[in-house]
């Protein structure tokens, strides 16, 4: 028996098609061609299931709920106060709520989101709150997002404002290997699928190269951007033995640089001395700790706001010059590297 419209998502379409969520929301929209014969598939298959686009949008039309969500992997560190803080600012003045959740990746075969559009008017999406699907299937029925600290996906078109992470990351690591002599630099990744720890890889991966450095998969690490997990990663490998393998780390963020100069302590090792540490964002702590942190000034608070001015853009059917908005960054220098100011 075919179902009511109202329960039939684009999942179910593209399920029962044989295509991607990506490639129905394509056709839905209209911003990338798909062949004849997948169009005539697709027509068919709505037929047969009701599927009726837009449905979300049509509702929201008639039930304005002015709340808006943001909605991230986990709140963990220090990260999200200057963040938090420029979305709320815009959010209070145009007479808003906001609703913060998390959903993480390990409930989400078994959980719908739990913000969208049954219970906001649109939604911010940090970095990997959500699977490329769920943007795919949430942009084709016309609800409004802005993404944070990550580009659109191939082929959907939603707004989305992140900082440089890749040039600057290759003169920082370039500072490292020309005025301070180092030459094992250790890098510590940030979550799998997040954007801000692949670019910032590229940079440093692009650094060595530019100075003859081999690239070494040994000195890779897994920090996760959280200090506790840097900390039980940076403790393993010293305590394997590993004290003279690197004579300096990019510890992805300034969070988990806590951890790391946490075990480079304990461990005996001196920094700037023996190991050079560097982080990336400059959080309020980042120049009391010890060392000061050589760390590099991204505008977090600056990209939250401005993603909360573009999901109220969409609210209000106003139009933007750019779809993607990439702010700059600049380093900081502090004794944590080397430096002597």
Do not use: W
């Amino acid at each position: 028996m075919t179902r009511r419209s109202s329960s039939v998502t684009i999942r179910d379409v593209a399920r029962q098609a044989g295509v991607s969520v990506a490639t129905v929301s394509r056709y839905i929209n209209q911003n990338a061609p798909v062949s004849p014969e997948v169009a005539e598939r697709l027509d068919k298959v709505m037929t047969e299931l009701r599927y009726v686009p837009h449905a979300a949008a049509r509702h929201l039309a008639s039930r304005k709920t002015r709340v808006v969500g943001l909605l991230l992997n986990n709140l963990h560190n220090d990260f999200f106060v200057p963040l938090l803080n420029g979305i709320e600012a815009v959010i209070r003045q145009k007479g808003y709520n906001l609703i913060v959740a998390t959903y993480h990746e390990d409930y989400r075969n078994q959980m719908n989101p739990p913000i969208g559009p049954h219970n906001t008017d649109g939604l911010l999406v940090f970095a990997d709150g959500l699977f490329d699907e769920d943007l795919a299937s949430m942009n084709a029925s016309g609800f409004p997002m802005v993404l944070v600290h990550r580009t659109p996906p191939p082929s959907l078109s939603i707004p989305s404002v992140t900082v440089e992470n890749v040039e600057i990351t290759h003169k920082l690591v370039d500072h490292l290997i020309q005025v301070h002599g180092r030459r094992r630099i250790m890098f510590l990744r940030g979550p799998v699928h997040q954007e801000d720890s692949a670019r910032r890889e590229m940079g440093y991966k692009a650094a060595l190269q530019a100075n003859g450095i081999p690239f070494d998969e040994n000195l890779i690490l897994s920090g996760d951007f959280e200090r506790d997990i840097a900390y039980q990663v940076m403790d393993r490998f010293l305590g394997n033995g590993n004290r003279v393998a690197f004579d300096a780390v990019f510890t992805g963020d300034d969070d988990a640089a806590i951890g790391v100069l946490r075990a480079l302590h304990q461990h005996g090792l001196k920094v700037p001395e023996d190991v050079a540490v560097i982080g990336f964002d400059d959080l309020g702590f980042a120049p009391f700790l010890n060392p000061p942190l050589t760390t590099v000034r991204a505008p977090t608070e600056s990209v939250g706001r401005i993603a909360a001015e573009r999901l109220f853009g969409l609210l209000e059917n106003r139009q933007f010059d750019e779809e993607v908005v990439v702010l700059p960054t600049e380093i900081i220098f502090r004794r944590s590297c080397g430096c002597s100011y």
